[in-house]
C-alpha cells in the first residue's frame, strides 16, 4: 500500500461537482491519497491508519490523534504508476477496482475506529481535489 499524504489546512473533493468530502478552512488536518497493490490486505490497511493516526506531521510535531485532526481519504491508484517505459504509464502493479476499494474503505474505517474525524472521495469516481498544502508537507508512505 502507498499513500501519499499532504498537510493541508484545507481542502475538499467534488463528484459531478458536489463536494462529497472536505476538511474545512483554516482546520490543519491531512490529505490521504491510498492506493493499494496486489499484496495488499486488511492488515495492510489497519497498519496504514495507523501509521497515519500516530504520524507527527502536524503543527508542533503533533500527529492527528494528539488534536483530533481531520482527515480526508482519497482513492489513487495511479500511485502504482509505473514509468519506467515508453511514454504510458503501467497500472499492472495497482491492484483492481474490485480488491482495492474495500482496502481503501478499511482505511478510512480503521481511522474512524482510532477516533479520527474521517471523509472520503467516491471510490472509482472522476473526482476533483482542492486543497491548500500547508507548509508544504507532503509525504509517500510504503508498507
Sequence with gaps: MRVLVQRVSSAAVSVDGQVVG??????QGLLVFVGVTHSDNLDTARRM????????VLADEQSPADVNAPILVVSQFTLYADT????????????????AEPLVSAVAEALRALGACVE????????????????????????
Excluded at 491508519?49 to 507527527?56: G, Q
Design 22 to 27: 472536505a476538511i474545512q478552512p483554516e482546520r
Design 49 to 56: 491508519a495507523d501509521k497515519l493516526w500516530n504520524l507527527r
Design 84 to 99: 519506467a517505459r515508453g511514454r504510458r504509464p503501467s497500472w499492472n502493479a495497482a491492484a483492481s477496482g474490485v480488491a
Design 120 to 143: 472520503t472521495g467516491v471510490f472509482g469516481a472522476d473526482m476533483r481535489v482542492e486543497l491548500v498544502n500547508d507548509g508544504p508537507v507532503t509525504l509517500m508512505l510504503e508498507l
